[in-house]
């Protein structure tokens, strides 16, 4: 679904472009900005979706990340909300002290997962507070 979301604003970016570009400069000129702006964004959105955390797991006071590279992170859980039994959103401080929030859906994992998940951050959250 993200995807498909991302795939779309691409698009509606690329023709934005051309258009843009081909009522100013000509039709060539957009052809040659909407092949340039479609490089661009799709190289972004892959490398964004590289570095988007695909599995983790829970060390003391902290979170550890790998994203689909194969690279580990470390970072400490600062805080903590939960939306009910949907949604869990941790707020990271990495070694380096940059903050990131990671969310979790509720059905991306099982029903004792997310449990887990949740009672674990809200205690890693208050330890930090």
Known sequence: MLRAATAGFIGVAVASVFQCVA???GCFDGVVAAIVSLSVLSLAARAWT???PVAFR???GGLTTWNRAGT???????????WSDR???????SVDGCESCV???????????FRELSVRS????????
Do not use: N
């Open 23 to 25: 009522a100013r400069s």
């Open 50 to 52: 590289r570095r988007q």
């Open 58 to 60: 829970f060390a003391s």
């Open 72 to 82: 580990a992170q470390y970072a400490q859980i600062i805080g903590c909300a939960q």
């Open 87 to 93: 949604l869990l959103a941790l707020t990271l401080l």
């Open 103 to 113: 969310l979790i859906a509720a059905d991306a994992v099982e029903r004792d997962v």
């Open 122 to 129: 809200r205690r890693g959250a208050h330890a930090v507070l």
